[in-house]
């Protein structure tokens, strides 16, 4: 089945330590997302890529960091900047369609649980 | 930027219709989207409107109005499995990015 993976579904990070979030998907599409969700809020978008080996911050990409260098990954790194990273993050992925402006819906991961020890 | 509002919880009961409200201000946009999120789960695409008025999809429907910088969602014959979070979300082309508002949590009761 096509979908997006995203690994691991819970992780715990130390002071002072760098931890990396894998979503891979298997649905061919251009784009993908990273979000941050905090207890009763909507989805923050940190970055996003639509295409490979490029990438933009999104509304709060301080103390994160991406990478594209294949179409089917896109790993978060949430570093040691980062000094409130407890939260439910979400990686997405969409179909840029016939052209960059289109309906498509976003899909997303099941996303990974991420809090300090 | 842009920024969306909804009622923060509503609650109905079985069988009844209810409408999930998104007020927005924004310089500029595609669409109007709506994601449902059962707790601890992944978002999941329910509806678009590009265009101005109603789109239906089964039990759900969903509406837009520019002039009023306004959508909602539209659930009828209501399901205890329809406790969930509902987000509407603006699709803005540059980037082909959503940004989506804080969330509703639809509560169904017997």
């Known amino acids: 089945d096509g979908g997006i993976t995203q690994s691991p579904k819970y992780l715990f990070r130390k002071e002072g330590q760098n931890v990396t979030l894998s979503c891979e998907q298997n649905l061919n599409h251009d784009a993908m997302y990273w979000y941050r969700q905090d207890p009763g809020q909507g989805l923050r978008l940190i970055y996003y890529?639509?295409?490979?080996?490029?990438?933009q911050k999104g509304d709060i990409a301080e103390g994160y960091s991406v990478s594209r260098e294949k179409k089917e990954s896109f790993p978060l790194t949430v570093t040691s900047a980062q000094k409130n990273p407890t939260a439910f993050y979400l990686c997405?992925?969409?179909?840029?369609?016939?052209?960059?402006?289109?309906?498509?819906?976003?899909?997303f991961g099941d996303g990974t649980r991420l809090s300090i020890l | 930027g842009q920024s969306l509002e909804q009622p923060s919880e509503v609650t109905a009961v079985e069988g009844a219709i209810v409408q999930i409200n998104c007020t927005y201000q924004t310089s500029g946009f595609y669409g109007l989207s709506w994601y449902q999120q059962h707790d601890g789960g992944a978002p999941t695409f329910l509806s678009y409107n590009g265009l101005d008025g109603l789109e239906e999809t089964g039990r759900f429907s969903s509406f837009l109005s520019r002039s009023d910088s306004y959508g909602y969602l539209l659930l009828q014959e209501l399901q205890m499995k329809d406790s969930a979070s509902y987000f509407c979300?603006?699709?803005?082309?540059?980037?082909?990015?959503?940004?989506f508002g804080t969330g509703t949590q639809l509560k169904v009761e017997l």
């Open positions: 997405a992925s969409r179909d840029l369609g016939q052209g960059a402006i289109s309906n498509q819906p976003q899909h």
């Open positions: 890529s639509q295409i490979v080996n490029d990438f």
């Open positions: 979300a603006l699709f803005t082309g540059g980037g082909n990015k959503l940004t």
